[in-house]
């Protein structure tokens, strides 16, 4: 028998809480405190002018400090709840396709990879399963050169790790194997598991759990275990947002002018705010065995105040840095919009990549020119002859423009546009132009001649 030494990271039940609630968006995060409530007897609602905090659990450490030598913005002055304004909700269609693109943008991918990445999430049926071929999605990329099997693989595999997990599988036996990765259970059921739904569905769903087992050399009650794993499962990871639905959505944080200056505003006035009662154990007469459960609520209760504090302070940096680096989309809308990756703003604020995603992902920022998802303002850049980079939605923008204003009896041609943005110090090919002009659904010159 040898002993070996492995190292690895475990996550604890105060960093999974946290990261839970920052990814969670507004109104989950309103249902998620809410059955907390119900379920903790320590935590409790405080009133608008009670404290809210007792002592007994940390608290949030308010505005952070510059990173990287930036001066920071105005700090949050804590608005109350009436001072916010009256935001009613903005109706907005979700699906299935456009969840996955915006986390496709968030995703540390080249041109190229993007560009698979969006045929895969087009091709995908209703209950969220790839049913393309390599050749349709070779032609729906329309990239030279054309990506092989492997390149469409290794997207298709990132793909799958999104929300919801295991989308974009080709098969239930593949679907259900990547949801097993991330289960709490016993070994020996987990592996149990894993085989029959590698190999073994077709048996399970004729011959129920004892072919199962008998197939399989399983005792009875293990198969059963498993089976009841798999139950857990969803076979239809986009069936939920595979149907444009209408949500109302309503602002996370506010951009507001201070002077010559933008300052980012939580809007969170109107959530719950939570304390831990901590004489609650102690005007009860109750043994041991209760008191520990007592501890145990009341342990609980700190660290969901405690992670409530945490995403606050990270949602509100994670705005801060972006408003600083979008001061253009908020002066001029996209026309104004930057070129900025998700390492960027990570490197600002000393975090890492997958904090700055669930911070940005359904959060959403109320700005001069309307209600945007903070990942929207994340966006690959083109060289704009200076030295920085102009978004590509901002060269889309400018492009609208220029055929808006151009002369209905001479429209101009994509290289005309290629050469006027060029004199501008953005410099892209024609083809390039094409393809933004085909992206706004505007036709090319000759059919707006032809339409004029």
């Known amino acids: 028998m040898r002993l070996t030494q492995r190292q690895g990271t475990r996550l604890t039940p105060q960093l999974q809480l946290a990261m839970r609630l920052l990814q969670c968006g507004r109104t989950e995060l309103e249902h998620l405190i809410e059955d907390a409530l119900a379920a903790n007897p320590v935590l409790e609602r405080v009133a608008d002018d009670g404290p809210a905090h007792t002592g007994d659990e940390p608290l949030d450490h308010g505005p952070g400090h510059a990173e990287n030598g930036e001066p ?85 595999h990132l793909i799958q790790r999104f929300d919801p997990l295991a989308v974009a599988s080709r098969t239930l036996s593949e679907c259900l194997l990547l949801q097993l990765h991330g289960i709490d259970a016993e070994p020996a059921v987990l592996a149990a598991a894993r085989r029959i739904a590698d190999a073994h569905l077709d048996v399970l769903a004729r011959q129920g759990v004892l072919g ?9 009650d293990l198969a059963g275990r498993a089976v009841a794993v798999l139950k857990t499962l969803d076979p239809r990871p986009g069936a939920a947002l595979a149907a444009a639905r209408t949500e109302y959505i309503e602002p996370d944080l506010i951009a507001e002018r201070d002077g010559t200056r933008w300052r980012v505003r939580l809007l969170d006035g109107h959530r719950p705010r939570l304390r831990v009662n901590a004489g609650y154990g102690r005007r009860l007469r109750a043994g041991a065995a209760e008191q520990a459960v007592i501890g145990q609520y009341r342990q609980e209760a700190q660290w969901l105040v405690a992670a409530l504090a945490q995403r606050r302070d990270t949602l509100r940096r994670v705005a801060e840095a972006v408003v600083r680096r979008q001061t253009g989309f908020l002066e001029q809308g996209l026309r104004g919009l930057r070129a900025m990756r998700l390492q960027d703003v990570a490197g600002d604020l000393g975090l890492h990549e997958s904090t700055v995603s669930r911070a940005c992902n359904g959060k ?22 200076g030295d920085g980079l102009q978004a590509a939605d901002a060269v889309q923008a400018r492009i609208a423009e220029l055929i808006g204003a151009e002369d209905p009896a001479k429209p101009l041609s994509d290289a005309a546009i290629a050469q006027r943005l060029a004199a501008e110090g953005v410099s892209i090919a024609r083809r390039t132009v094409a393809k933004y002009r085909d992206a706004l659904r505007i036709p090319p010159a000759s059919a707006r001649r032809e339409s004029a």
């Open 72 to 156: 920071p913005l105005p700090a949050e002055t804590g608005a109350a709840a009436g001072d916010e304004p009256d935001w009613h909700g903005i109706a907005e269609p979700v699906s299935l396709q456009s969840h996955l693109n915006a986390q496709l943008r968030l995703s540390p991918l080249g041109p190229r990879d993007r560009a698979i990445g969006e045929a895969l999430i087009d091709g995908l049926d209703a209950d969220g399963y790839c049913t393309a071929g390599f050749d349709d999605i070779r032609a729906a990329c329309a990239l030279q050169p054309a990506p092989d099997d492997a390149e469409i693989e290794t997207v298709r």
């Open 212 to 220: 199962a087992a008998k197939a399989l050399g399983l005792a009875p």
């Open 364 to 385: 959403y920022l109320a700005t001069p020119h309307g209600l945007f998802e903070l990942s929207a303002l994340f966006a690959s850049g083109v060289a704009d002859g």
